[in-house]
């Protein structure tokens, strides 16, 4: 994805965050606020406790647990 758009966004939004392996590639390239959102709070636990490069402890992550459905039906922020 990244090697199409380039390094450009910089707010971005994660649905289906699961254990962290897209908020770690987003960090990776520049973001520096990111909603992630994932219904499964057991999932964001294992992701927290097990992914190697810790992306749900970065400050720039915003981790929501709900249904993404809902999460969208709320939300007002616009993202890169």
């Known amino acids: 994805l990244y ?3 380039g ?4 707010s971005m939004l ?3 965050a699961g254990a962290g392996n ?5 960090l990776r390239h520049g ?8 219904i499964d709070p057991a ?3 294992l992701g927290k406790k097990l992914h190697p490069e810790k992306p749900y402890d970065n400050p720039a992550v915003h981790v929501h647990v709900d249904d993404a ?3 969208l039906s709320r ?6």
């Open 69 to 71: 459905r809902a999460f």
């Open 75 to 80: 939300c007002k922020k616009q993202y890169d």
């Open 43 to 45: 999932i964001v636990e």
């Open 22 to 26: 897209d908020l770690a590639a987003a």
């Open 3 to 5: 090697t199409l758009i």
């Open 31 to 38: 973001a520096t606020d990111i909603d992630a959102v994932e």
């Open 7 to 10: 390094d450009k966004p910089r």
């Open 14 to 16: 994660v649905l289906a």
